[in-house]
């Protein structure tokens, strides 16, 4: 069973810095894209960052480039987004979701249940 | 900000086809294929629809997919009140190198 866990949301102040996590199992995580989506309260679905597989390059939304970075590590099965500057439109729930294949423009076939980020002072 | 876009609303009667358009452009639609996701409330996204019309494992055959030019649909036959959901499109846009999301439609059984 896939499985995929994410960690590390909570309450920070503007300009702060934040670590997402996500923990998966249940897959061989080293054959698949992995990525990041949010979520603003009452908001649609906002893709965040990918992270490739064979040469571990990375994408960014606009509305991160600069401030957030993803990364991974193959031998813990976790994906991490590094969150910093973050300003109050940054707060929103956000969720670790698995690629169908090695593949960039596939599909998400697996979300984490989320990891809620709040920005405020 | 939404580069897809979709109606905010959709509703039909138990039984009844509902149908959600989406609408994008040359550098993701037309160039790319189109992914469906449901979300019912308080959970998190699903898949439903993958590679314009690739049912996900698990997801009933009321649900279908299609794509043309540069616009995509989904087609739920057969409303039942579990499918009332807000359900979303995607695709990856070359130009921005990134997935774009659509606006999101939100699915009522009335």
């Known amino acids: 069973e896939v499985l995929l866990l994410e960690s590390g949301g909570g309450l920070v102040q503007p300009g702060g810095s934040l670590r997402l996590s996500c923990a998966a199992s249940g897959f061989t995580f080293s054959d698949y894209v992995m990525n990041w989506v949010r979520q603003a309260p009452g908001k649609g679905l906002e893709w965040v960052s990918t992270?490739?597989?064979?040469?571990?390059?990375?994408h960014y939304a606009d509305s991160v480039k600069g401030r957030f970075t993803i990364s991974r590590d193959n031998s813990k099965y976790t994906v991490y987004l590094q969150m910093n500057s973050l300003r109050a439109e940054d707060s929103a729930i956000y969720f670790c979701a698995k690629s169908g294949s090695l593949q960039l423009w596939r599909d998400f076939d697996y979300w984490g249940q989320g990891t809620l980020v709040t920005v405020s002072s | 900000q939404s580069v897809l876009t979709q109606p905010p609303s959709a509703s039909g009667t138990p039984g009844q086809r509902v149908t959600i358009s989406c609408s994008g452009s040359s550098s993701n639609i037309g160039s790319s294929v189109v992914h469906w996701y449901q979300q019912l409330p308080g959970t998190a996204p699903k898949l439903l629809i993958y590679s314009n019309n690739q049912r996900s494992s698990g997801v009933p055959a009321r649900f279908s997919g299609s794509k043309s030019g540069t616009s995509a649909s989904l087609a739920i036959s057969g409303l039942q009140s579990e499918d009332e959901a807000d359900y979303y499109c995607?695709?990856?846009?070359?130009?921005?190198?990134?997935?774009?999301f659509g606006t999101g439609t939100k699915v009522t059984v009335l």
């Open positions: 992270i490739s597989v064979r040469d571990f390059s990375t």
């Open positions: 995607a695709a990856w846009d070359d130009s921005l190198n990134g997935h774009v």
